[in-house]
T-cell receptor, first 117, second 114 residues
Framework: AQTVTQSQPEMSVQEAETVTLSCTYD???????LFWYKQPPSRQMILVIR??????QNATENRFSVNFQKAAKSFSLKISDSQLGDAAMYFC??????????????FGKGITLSVRP | DAGVTQSPTHLIKTRGQQVTLRCSPI?????VSWYQQVLGQGPQFIFQ???????GRGNFPDRFSARQFPNYSSELNVNALLLGDSALYLC?????????????FGSGTRLTVV
């Protein structure tokens, strides 16, 4: 079974600074998808960024980028120029590449990110 | 377009009661999944439905059931509620074949069992 581990329960960053959130995962699959989701107090999970394991290039979405280390099974999220609106819980998630009809997401426990003004 | 809508937003039930949660996916999305998020934890997969058929089930007891309707909306039912069922229940939808691009989640139903 696949597992996703987020070992840092909380992190804090100064506004305009850069912060990196860590995630490791365990799978026997060679191809899969990885995601970072943001959950603000409104509770809605919002997709931040996704990475296809068969692509070597790290994904980037504006201020958000990932450091994907396939051999180490590590998938960290870097947030540049942190803004107050970035404060939220962040979840790392895994999905198999070929799922048939069941394409469930496996989530980590999450990291609470606070942004200091 | 409206996003994924869930109702009710909050609910308080007594142990032993039954509850029904509802989800309307984004227009055109035919796949609906349900997740349970206990306070301080990540969401746990409960069910996935596609074209009105159950396509996946997580490690939850038979007290949990769901169904999907012809308009692709879905209901999650939980019988004989336990205190441990208190959680945020999230619904997610995706367009056929687009699940690899992530899912669109609703804002959830907060269920409190007393």
């Amino acid at each position: 079974a696949q597992t996703v581990t987020q070992s840092q329960p909380e992190m804090s960053v100064q506004e305009a600074e850069t912060v990196t959130l860590s995630c490791t995962y365990d799978t026997s699959e060679s191809d899969y998808y990885l995601f970072w989701y943001k959950q603000p107090p409104s509770r809605q999970m919002i997709l931040v960024i996704r990475q296809e394991a068969y692509k070597q290039q790290n994904a980037t979405e504006n201020r958000f980028s990932v450091n994907f280390q396939k051999a180490a099974k590590s998938f960290s999220l870097k947030i540049s120029d942190s803004q107050l609106g970035d404060a939220a819980m962040y979840f790392c998630a895994y999905r198999k590449l070929y799922t048939g009809a069941n394409s469930k997401l496996t989530f980590g426990k999450g990291i609470t990110l606070s942004v200091r003004p | 377009d409206a996003g994924v809508t869930q109702s009710p937003t909050h609910l308080i039930k007594t142990r032993g009661q039954q509850v029904t949660l509802r989800c309307s996916p984004i227009s055109g999305h035919k796949s609906v999944s349900w997740y349970q998020q206990v306070l301080g934890q990540g969401p746990q997969f409960i069910f996935q439905y596609y074209e009105k058929e159950e396509r996946g089930r997580g490690n939850f007891p038979d007290r949990f059931s769901a169904r999907q309707f012809p308009n692709y909306s879905s209901e999650l039912n939980v019988n004989a509620l336990l205190l441990g069922d208190s959680a945020l229940y999230l619904c997610a939808s995706s367009y056929p074949g687009q699940g690899a691009y992530g899912y669109t989640f609703g804002s959830g139903t907060r269920l409190t069992v007393v």
